[in-house]
C-alpha cells in the first residue's frame, strides 16, 4: 500500500495558506513532497474586501470538489458522510457570502490567491481521482484535515485582519466554529481509519 504523504502534515484550512509566509501549500512537487509557496508571490500590502470575497467563495468551492469525489469513492460510510456534511456545510457558506456581496455591491475580484486555490485544487483532485478505493478514503480525510488546518489559519491570520467591512468581517468570523468544528470531526476520522 502505497504511503500518501503529500496528504498528511503537522500543522493546518480553507480560505488557505498564501498570504502568509509561515503557511504551507499543499502543491506537490514529482516526489510527492510538499512545496513551500514563494514568499514574493504572497506578500502583498493586504487584500481588499473584494479579494476576500473571492477567496471565500473558491476556497469553499475547493473543498465541494474535494466531497464531490468523497461522495462518489468513499468505501467508509462515516467518510461518506463527512463528505456530504462538507458539501452541505460549505454551500451555505458561499450562500451567505454571495448574498452578503450582493448586498454590499462588491464583486468578489479574482486574485493571486484564488488563482493558487484553484492550481492546488486541480493537482489534488487529480490525485485523489487515481487513488484505488483501499486508498482513498485516508487520502481523502488527510487532505481534509490539512485543508481546514490552513483555512482557519488564513481565515484568522489574513481574512480577517486585512478586512476592511464589519459585515464582512463578521461572517468570516462566525464561520471560524463551523471550519474548526469540520478540523475536529476530521481528525477523529484520521484516527480512526488509522487504527
Do not use: W
Not at 18 to 27: D, I, Q, V, W, Y
Not at 95 to 108: G, N
Not at 114 to 128: F, H, N, Q, S, V
Not at 161 to 188: I, M, R, T, Y
Request: proline share 2%; glycine share 4%; aromatic share 6%.
Amino acid at each position: 500500500m502505497k504511503h500518501f504523504n503529500y496528504f498528511k502534515t503537522g500543522f493546518m484550512a480553507l480560505f488557505v495558506l498564501f498570504a502568509l509566509n509561515s503557511c504551507r501549500n499543499p502543491k506537490l512537487d514529482k516526489d510527492g513532497k510538499k512545496q513551500q509557496l514563494d514568499s514574493t508571490e504572497t506578500a502583498d500590502a493586504g487584500l481588499s474586501d473584494a479579494q476576500i470575497a473571492s477567496i471565500a467563495v473558491t476556497a469553499n468551492k475547493v473543498d465541494i470538489s474535494y466531497a464531490e469525489i468523497a461522495e462518489e469513492k468513499a468505501q467508509d460510510e462515516q467518510v461518506k458522510d463527512f463528505a456530504q456534511t462538507m458539501a452541505k456545510d460549505h454551500q451555505t457558506v458561499i450562500d451567505k457570502a454571495m448574498s452578503l456581496a450582493q448586498k454590499l455591491d462588491v464583486t468578489p475580484e479574482d486574485n493571486n490567491i484564488t488563482r493558487k486555490l484553484l492550481d492546488m485544487e486541480k493537482d489534488i483532485k487529480e490525485k485523489l481521482n487515481g487513488l484505488s478505493d483501499g486508498e482513498f478514503d485516508k487520502a481523502y480525510i488527510n487532505n481534509e484535515v490539512t485543508y481546514h488546518k490552513m483555512a482557519i489559519d488564513m481565515v484568522e491570520n489574513k481574512l480577517i485582519p486585512d478586512c476592511q467591512n464589519k459585515e464582512l468581517k463578521d461572517l468570516l468570523e462566525s464561520v471560524l466554529p463551523l471550519f474548526k468544528g469540520h478540523l475536529n470531526h476530521a481528525a477523529e476520522l484520521k484516527k480512526a481509519l488509522e487504527e
